[in-house]
């Protein structure tokens, strides 16, 4: 998919708006997804969190105990920007680093956890960024990543079809001002592997004890797996 080249750029584009929509065309059930999320995670206490953006799962692990502390990587400098006002709102301490999750610049094994909101489908090699987040986490530590899924109810998928190409990337292009972004974000969900399918990618990148929780329908989905 050609925006997953510049998906920094896009991300970019639309990041003074990003929470507002996130929050307003999902009804805040995001907020719901994240807190399940958290929930899912073990206490940890050094968490990388990829694909970081604007910092609500951070915020959330933070304020929940579930890290001591969070480093943050992510192509959109706009994004982080936002993420790290958020947190110096809350007086949390957060490491943002701008970079590619493909070839992250950490040493093996570095952290005690690792995770992932909306940001594997955005990955223009998922695999190689599943195999980096096995690389540096550390043997026994969990990965846990929130991502969209496709819903298989016939019923559900239809209405869900109709929300995301014709009323979702209305609503953001007005707001947004942004003509291909949340076009974009429809696609790259219909494009994206989803439950067992997701589950053998995280099989190949060297994880196991693999399990995923769908949410809301399967409109989303939680995925956790174990570096052994």
């Known amino acids: ?3 997953k080249q510049h998906i920094g750029q896009l991300f970019d584009r639309i990041a003074r708006t990003y929470d507002g929509l996130n929050h307003g065309l999902s009804l805040n059930i995001d907020r719901a997804w994240r807190r399940k999320t958290v929930e899912m995670m073990p ?18 692990m933070l304020r929940r ?5 969070v480093t943050g990587i992510d192509l959109s400098e706009q994004m982080m920007q ?6 110096a709102r809350y007086s949390l301490l957060v490491n943002f680093v701008h970079g590619d999750a493909r070839k992250m610049p950490f040493e093996d094994d570095s952290f005690d956890g690792v995770t992932c909101a909306f940001g594997c489908r955005n990955f223009s090699d998922p695999d190689a960024g599943l195999r980096e987040m096995h690389r540096v986490l550390k043997p026994g530590g969990q ?3 929130l991502e969209f899924s496709y819903p298989t109810n ?11 190409t014709r009323v979702l990337p209305l609503i953001g292009r007005m707001v947004s001002h942004d003509k291909t972004a949340y076009t974009y974000l429809n696609r790259s969900v219909k494009s994206f592997c989803w439950g067992e399918a997701f589950i053998q990618h ?3 990148a060297g994880f196991r004890d693999e399990h995923f929780t769908p949410l809301t329908f399967g409109i989303a989905t939680i995925y956790t797996a174990v570096k052994k």
Do not use: N, S, W
């Open 1 to 3: 998919m050609e925006e």
């Open 202 to 204: 995280l099989h190949d």
């Open 154 to 164: 016939r019923l559900v998928r239809a209405l869900y079809d109709i929300y995301f």
């Open 82 to 87: 936002i993420g790290f006002r958020k947190c």
């Open 65 to 69: 105990g579930k890290a001591e502390q």
């Open 43 to 60: 206490p940890a206490q050094h968490v990388l969190d990829v694909a970081i953006g604007t910092a609500d799962l951070t915020i959330e």
């Open 143 to 145: 990965v846990t990543i």
